[in-house]
DNA sequence: GACAATGTGTTGCCTAAGCAACTTTTAACT
DNA sequence: AGTTAAAAGTTGCTTAGGCAACACATTGTC
């Protein structure tokens, strides 16, 4: 039961993640009650059952969408791993992180962690999907091609959230001119001259 | 049917009022169809007539409720009819009317009357509702107590909707000088020595 | 004036949402 | 440990909302 096409389903849902968006920026996600949900999306207790688990999996819900909504059309469609899809990839990431960060309280531990889960696993899925266009020549085999998607992932990630700590967060640049570098030669992709 | 104590019908409600009134900012009113306000209420336009007769009934209902915010406390309250009283209800009906105008689109003929007529009626009500609070010592009967209402409502709201076309619209003050000596004479109410 | 196209209301059937009244966790206090 | 309270889930029944299909009015255009 529960139609995912009938409008009131997906209006109930868009309510419940507003609500849940806009409490997240003034709540810790542990101090986050159902019913506060439930108040703010004018909606019932019950109702919130009806569409989710429970928090986590809203909470998994939104973040997917949002990091979705984040991608831009030129990497979704890319067909092959270039420089510029690299960059992108890198400045996105960064980019989720950071407002993620800086727009919610991330006082919980277990938020912090199902969030960093979710989107290292959007990012190696995007990337494993534009590898799997077979336009860049890799490893022949699907499982070499996993491998090589999750250790770029991993190490974009990675790099993103380590650049949390440094001086210049915003020098985004910086970051870039590492980890670009670093991939492209890990996946033996790299044209410029340099290095 | 339609228990108006249901938290769906306040939502519904709500989403209807507030579709329309957007709607209103860059739609004339006769444009505007029910399926519009359907479709961005994300309701189903049979529920719209499960709410409203039509589209008339929800601009009365939105023209009551707007109006019926910005009455301050103040006036709300007041148990005899001063001269703060008057002077605020001179320049609310003005700031009403001038709101209206300027964010709506007043094409149509009929939306302006209608609400024309609903502003008066409001004005007329709020001020009758002080003069039975009694502190206000005029006629004694009911009956001439309402005439005195309706006069005084009509004075000004006749006189805030003819200072739109004066120049200085927003010299208020000009038009509260204008009207307060006229309304609080009228009533035998005047204190200040002028005049 | 015939025609299509679009908006207005209405109706019956089906489904999602609200509610009350539970049980079960979880947490805080003493 | 024992008590209490608040939050988390669950369930059966009721009601509002969605939909398709209708009849009817309005508009425009050929």
Redesign the interface.
């Known amino acids: 039961m529960v139609n995912q096409e009938d409008?009131r389903v997906?209006?109930t849902r868009q309510l419940i993640k507003a609500a849940f968006r806009d409490l997240l920026r003034r709540k810790g996600f542990d101090a986050i009650t159902i019913k506060d949900i439930a108040q703010k999306a004018?909606?019932?207790r019950a109702t919130f059952y009806a569409h989710f688990e429970d928090k986590y999996a809203l909470l998994d819900e939104v973040t997917e969408q949002a990091f979705h909504e984040m991608i831009p059309e030129q990497v979704a469609n890319a067909r092959e791993f270039t420089d510029e899809i690299c960059d992108q990839l890198i400045l996105q990431t960064h980019r989720y992180i950071l407002d993620f960060y800086q727009t919610c309280r991330m006082d919980s531990k277990s938020m912090a962690t199902l969030v960093d889960e979710k989107i290292k696993k959007m990012l190696l899925h995007t990337i494993e999907s534009i590898f799997l266009k077979g336009a860049t020549h890799l490893g022949v085999n699907r499982h070499s091609i996993k491998v090589m998607a999750a250790m770029t992932g991993s190490a974009i990630y990675g790099a993103a959230q380590c650049w949390l700590n440094v001086e210049e967060i915003d020098r985004t640049d910086g970051l870039v001119d590492i980890v670009r570098p670093y991939v492209m030669n890990g996946l033996g992709l790299y044209r410029d001259g340099d290095k």
């Open positions: 409008p997906l209006r004018t909606i019932n």
